[in-house]
C-alpha cells in the first residue's frame, strides 16, 4: 500500500489543486489524485466571477462567492507569484442586459443609458444593470497556473489515478483502492467534482455546458468590441484580452453525455447573435462541453462528512471559478487547524439527510 502524504485530495480541478496549494503552505505533505486533468469542469468554465450578476439571493450563498470574489486579487497574485503564470484577472465589470423590464429597480439602465455603456446591443435590449465589481479570469490560465504552483510547491499529482473503492472501517477511511495501487493518507478531501456521487453518497449530478469561442475580426484599431462581460437573460459572453470571445452555455441534463451537438451549439449562436449582433461577423474558433457538479439546491458541499477523517469539497456548480479561493481557504483551516468557520453550515452535506 502506498503512502507518505499526510493528506489525499481526490480531484485535481481548481478546488482541489488550490486546496492543496493552501495546505501546502500551511506546511501539509499533500497528493492530488486525478483520474483525467482534461475532465475538469475548470477547463470548460468561462471565468466569470459573477455573484451580482447571476443575482444570486441574499442568504449564506450570497455571502459566500462575495467573500470569495473579495479575496480573489491578493490570491491571484499569490498564485501567480509562485507560478510565473499569469492567470488572466480581469474586473472588467458585468453587462446585464434585458429584453424585458419587468425587474426593474433603483439602479436600472433604460435603453438608452446602456447602449452608451456597450454599443452595439441589440435593440430589443430595454435596459439592463451594471455591476462594476464582478469580472473574470482566464479559467485555463488559472488552471495552468495552479498546476505550475503546485508542481513548484512540491505536491505531488497523478494524473490518471483513478479511484474506484473509499475504504472505511469504524467511522474512518481507511484507504483507497486506485487503478495504481492501494493508497492511504492520514486525512483524505473530496473535490471530484461531477463525479463525487461515484464515490460518495451525496447527491452531486452532472450538467452538461456546451461553449464556443469566436475571434474577434482585426481591425484599424487595437480596442476589443467587448470592454466588459455582457451577462443576457439567456447567454453570456466573456470578452478576453487576446481577442477571443468565449460563449456560454447551454445547460442539459445527460448525464456524462461527452460531446457538442448541432442543437446546442445553434442555440448559443443564435442566442449571442441576438444579443450581440456585431458577433455575427467574427470567426467560429472552437466548441467544447463540461460538466458542472449540481446539487439540489445549487449551492456546494463543502466541510466534515460522516467519516471523521474525510472531508468534503464538491457540488460548486455553476460557480467553482468564483468560488476557488473561498473553498480553499475554508477547507484548509478546517483540516490543518481544525477551524470551521460559521460559512460552512450552511454548505453541509447533512442538509441533504432525510434522518
Known amino acids: 500500500m502506498q503512502s507518505g502524504s499526510e493528506i489525499i485530495i481526490v480531484g485535481g480541478g481548481v478546488i482541489g489543486l488550490a486546496t492543496a496549494i493552501e495546505l501546502r503552505l500551511l506546511g501539509a505533505e499533500v497528493t492530488i489524485l486525478c483520474k483525467d486533468v482534461n475532465a475538469a469542469a ?11 450578476a447571476e443575482r444570486i439571493l441574499p442568504g449564506a450563498m450570497l455571502d459566500l462567492c462575495l467573500k470569495s470574489r473579495a479575496l480573489y486579487p491578493e490570491w491571484i ?19 446585464a ?66 479511484v474506484n ?59 476589443l468590441p467587448l470592454q466588459q462581460v455582457l451577462f443576457g437573460e439567456e447567454i453570456y459572453i466573456v470578452p ?13 441534463d445527460v448525464g456524462f453525455e461527452a460531446c457538442n451537438t448541432l442543437k446546442g451549439v445553434k442555440q448559443l449562436i443564435t442566442n449571442a447573435i441576438r444579443l450581440f449582433p456585431p458577433l455575427q461577423s467574427c470567426s467560429l474558433h472552437e466548441t467544447w462541453w463540461g460538466f458542472r457538479p449540481a446539487t439540489p439546491d445549487e449551492m456546494p ?16 456548480y455553476r460557480n ?7 473553498t480553499a481557504r475554508l477547507i484548509a483551516n478546517l483540516v490543518w487547524h481544525q477551524q470551521a468557520d460559521n460559512l460552512l453550515a450552511a454548505f453541509s452535506w447533512q442538509r441533504f439527510d432525510p434522518v
Not at 103 to 127: E, F
Not at 242 to 251: L, M, P, R, S
Not at 301 to 315: F, K, R, Y
Request: hydrophobic share 40%.
Open 42 to 52: 475548470g477547463r470548460a468554465a468561462a471565468g466569470m466571477l459573477a455573484p451580482q
Open 77 to 95: 497574485r499569490k498564485i501567480e507569484a509562485i507560478s510565473g503564470v499569469d492567470a488572466g484577472y480581469w474586473q472588467c465589470g458585468i453587462l
Open 97 to 162: 442586459p434585458y429584453y424585458t423590464a419587468s425587474a426593474l429597480g433603483d439602479d436600472w439602465l433604460d435603453d438608452r443609458s446602456i447602449q452608451q455603456r456597450q454599443s452595439g446591443l441589440s435593440t430589443s435590449v430595454v435596459g439592463g444593470y451594471w455591476y462594476p465589481a464582478d469580472g473574470q479570469v482566464d479559467n485555463r490560465a488559472l488552471m495552468q497556473s495552479l498546476a505550475i504552483a503546485s508542481q513548484a510547491l512540491g505536491i505531488q499529482f497523478q494524473d490518471g489515478a483513478e
Open 165 to 223: 473503492t473509499i475504504h472505511r472501517k469504524n467511522g474512518r477511511v481507511t484507504h483507497l483502492t486506485t487503478n495504481c495501487g492501494d493508497m492511504s493518507a492520514q486525512h483524505y478531501i473530496l473535490a471530484t467534482g461531477a463525479w463525487s456521487q461515484q464515490l460518495q453518497a451525496i447527491p452531486t449530478v452532472p450538467r452538461k455546458g456546451q461553449m464556443l469561442s469566436v475571434s474577434v475580426p482585426p481591425t484599424p484599431t487595437a480596442d
Open 240 to 252: 478576453r484580452r487576446d481577442g477571443k470571445i468565449i460563449i456560454g452555455a447551454t445547460t442539459e
Open 301 to 316: 458541499i463543502l466541510g466534515t462528512s460522516a467519516d471523521a477523517n474525510l472531508t468534503l469539497a464538491t457540488g460548486h
Open 320 to 326: 467553482g471559478i468564483l468560488l476557488t479561493p473561498i
